[in-house]
């Protein structure tokens, strides 16, 4: 995957849904964040807040460029999560989103149709999501905030928010908000995407001779001789939290999620660094440089966050307009160093036997968990009527996939089996 996607300027196709997103989030989110914590309810797994947008604005909203409706689901949950689970720090986290109307769009990356979106300093995605994976994760919302709870180092997709953007002519878009696994401040040199099977799990390799970047697939993973190099300590904490999130998933009956693994080699740095793009973007009044360390959310009115809520909710009209430059940091912004598995320049460094560092970092996590068992069934079943000589998707139960998922993952390890072995069904 390319660390920089297309920039979304206001001559592209989807400006107007990104400037709708982005400015649901604005509102919503600061909305929520400027009250005052409180623990959370039952009724906040089910509560939803809508907004409705137009040009001319009432005491609710402020004028918006567009018409359109937006929900923010569960905001007291979400909130919960990022601030008390994902140690986020609330007003960065709006700043990083909204401060400037800029994303890139990576496009469709997978078959499902999502796009994905990266905010300005690729700390977060957006990526859209079906209508059922939408319906799904709240039916498992308070299941995952248990785990989250119970399990502060999960691999597991952090959400960070759902919303739902209703344009003009009824077309209504799902998406979440979740962290970018892949750090802004080191080139990613590998990727692979890894399921534990091997149908159809093979990027091909001239393809990927002339696209560094590509998302490369069990087979390549195996032919490529890789494994995960890391020491006693370290399989043995990832192994542990690999077993009980792949325990949750299948608890709640999902399958084709996939561990995420980037390999950044320090040896090779970031030579190939091609961080930077140019265009013009207009940016909402606010503040935009990090101040947020020193703005803990206290809720007091006279906190800077406070204050940059309130710019952010007068802002209705943003106007300066001018040309932005991309620049990624060169260092890590020291937010994951709470996690044991993100707490190396936001990832997980090899080690060797003796548990003595090595010139690898693995960005890992496991991603798109939101597929429930029936879905994918309905959607085999449309694939084999429409073209019945198509490779086959065979998809095997939520039980069977973790067990075969967390087999793998064991085995890709030093010290493991190898994937091959694993794999020579
Ligand atoms: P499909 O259902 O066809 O697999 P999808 O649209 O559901 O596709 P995902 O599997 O979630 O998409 O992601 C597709 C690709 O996007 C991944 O292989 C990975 O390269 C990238 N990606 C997804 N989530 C993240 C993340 N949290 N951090 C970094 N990269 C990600
Ligand atoms: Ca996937
Ligand atoms: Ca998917």
Redesign the pocket.
């Known amino acids: 995957?390319p660390l920089v996607g297309n920039l979304i300027g206001e001559d592209h196709v989807n400006y107007v849904l990104m400037y709708n997103m982005l400015t649901g989030i604005r509102i919503g989110v600061s909305r929520c964040q400027a009250k005052i914590k409180r623990p959370l309810t039952d009724e906040d797994f089910t509560a939803r807040h809508k907004f409705s947008f137009d040009i001319v604005g009432n005491e609710l909203t402020p004028s918006a460029k567009y018409d359109f409706k937006f929900k923010d689901y569960a905001p007291w949950v979400f909130r919960t999560l990022r601030e008390d689970f994902f140690h986020l720090d609330p007003a960065d986290y709006l700043l990083s989103l909204t401060a400037k109307y800029i994303l890139s769009e990576?496009g469709?990356?997978?078959?499902?149709?999502?796009?994905?979106y990266f905010s300005r300093d690729y700390r977060f995605?957006i990526?859209t999501?079906r209508h059922s994976?939408h319906k799904f994760l709240l039916s498992i919302l308070k299941d995952y905030h248990a785990h989250v709870q119970a399990n502060p180092h999960t691999l597991l997709?952090?959400f960070y928010g759902l919303h739902r953007v209703k344009l003009p002519r009824g077309r209504k878009i799902h998406f979440v908000i979740?962290?970018?696994?892949?750090p802004p401040h080191k080139d990613i040199h590998e990727?692979f995407?890894l399921k534990g099977s091997t149908v159809g799990r093979e990027y091909p390799e001239e393809k990927a001779a002339k696209n560094p970047g590509a998302?490369l697939k069990d087979l390549n993973w195996i032919n490529r001789g890789r494994t995960l190099e890391l020491g006693p300590e370290k399989r043995a904490l990832l192994t542990e939290q690999l077993r009980r999130d792949a325990e949750f998933l299948k608890k709640i009956n999902v399958m084709?999620?996939?561990l995420?693994v980037?390999i950044h080699n320090m040896q090779r740095g970031n030579r190939d660094n091609v961080r930077k793009n140019t265009l013009k973007v207009f940016s909402p009044d606010l503040p935009e440089t990090r101040r947020s360390r020193a703005m803990q959310a206290k809720g007091g009115s006279k906190s800077p966050e406070a204050i940059a809520i309130r710019r952010a909710m007068r802002s209705s009209d943003p106007k300066r307009l001018g040309k932005h430059t991309i620049r990624l940091p060169e260092e890590d912004t020291g937010d994951r160093q709470q996690f044991i598995f993100y707490q190396d320049e936001g990832g997980m460094r090899a080690t060797d036997e003796n548990n003595e560092p090595q010139d690898t970092i693995y960005?890992l996590?496991v991603?798109?968990i939101?597929?429930p068992y029936s879905t994918v069934k309905k959607v085999e079943h449309l694939w084999k009527g429409l073209q019945a000589d198509r490779h086959k998707i065979s998809p095997v139960p939520p039980a069977e996939y973790s067990d075969r998922f967390f087999s793998f993952m064991k085995a890709i390890m030093r010290g493991g089996e190898g994937g091959a072995k694993f794999v020579s069904e």
Do not use: C, Q
């Open positions: 995957m990576l469709s990356p997978g078959k499902s149709g999502s796009f994905f995605i990526k999501i994976e997709s952090r979740m962290n970018n696994l892949f990727t995407d998302v084709d999620y996939s995420l980037g960005y996590g991603i798109d939101l597929t």
